[in-house]
C-alpha cells in the first residue's frame, strides 16, 4: 500500500512563504511522476507543480515565479516551497503520485490546509 504523508501547511499573510513535504512510503523513483494538487472551496482540484522522474518540473501559470518544487530521494520526499503567497492561493494541498505500467495508478495524500490571509 502506498502512503504519501504530507506536512507543512498552515496560516500564513499575503507576501509570505511556506512550505510543504510529502514523505512516500515507497522510493520516489518509482514513481512516474509526484506533484502537487490544491482544491479551493467551490472549485475543482488543479495541478500546482509537478516533477518527473527524470527532473523535469512543470507550473500552473498562476504559481510560476512564486512556487518552486523539488526532491530528496534519499529522504524519499518532495516538497513545495510557496513564496510570495497570495489570498487566491488559499486551498487544501495534495501531494500525488502515479505510476504508469500499463494504466496510470494515483496516489493522493491525505491533504493539508495553506490559509493565505490578506
Known amino acids: 500500500q502506498v502512503q504519501l504523508v504530507e506536512s507543512g501547511g498552515g496560516l500564513v499573510q499575503a507576501g509570505g512563504s511556506l512550505g510543504l513535504s510529502c514523505a512516500a512510503s515507497?522510493?520516489?523513483?518509482?514513481?512516474?511522476?509526484m506533484g502537487w494538487y490544491r482544491q479551493a472551496p467551490g472549485k475543482q482540484r488543479e495541478l500546482v507543480a509537478a516533477?518527473?522522474?527524470?527532473?523535469?518540473?512543470n507550473y500552473a501559470d498562476s504559481v510560476k515565479g512564486r512556487f518552486t518544487i523539488s526532491r530528496d530521494n534519499d529522504k524519499n520526499t518532495v516538497y513545495l516551497q510557496m513564496n510570495s503567497l497570495k489570498p487566491e492561493d488559499t486551498a487544501v494541498y495534495y501531494c500525488?503520485?502515479?505510476?504508469?505500467?500499463?494504466?496510470?495508478?494515483?496516489?493522493w495524500g491525505q491533504g493539508t490546509q495553506v490559509t493565505v490571509s490578506s
Open positions: 500525488n503520485a502515479y505510476i504508469m505500467i500499463f494504466h496510470r495508478s494515483d496516489y
Open positions: 515507497l522510493t520516489i523513483s518509482s514513481f512516474n511522476a
Open positions: 516533477i518527473t522522474r527524470g527532473g523535469s518540473t
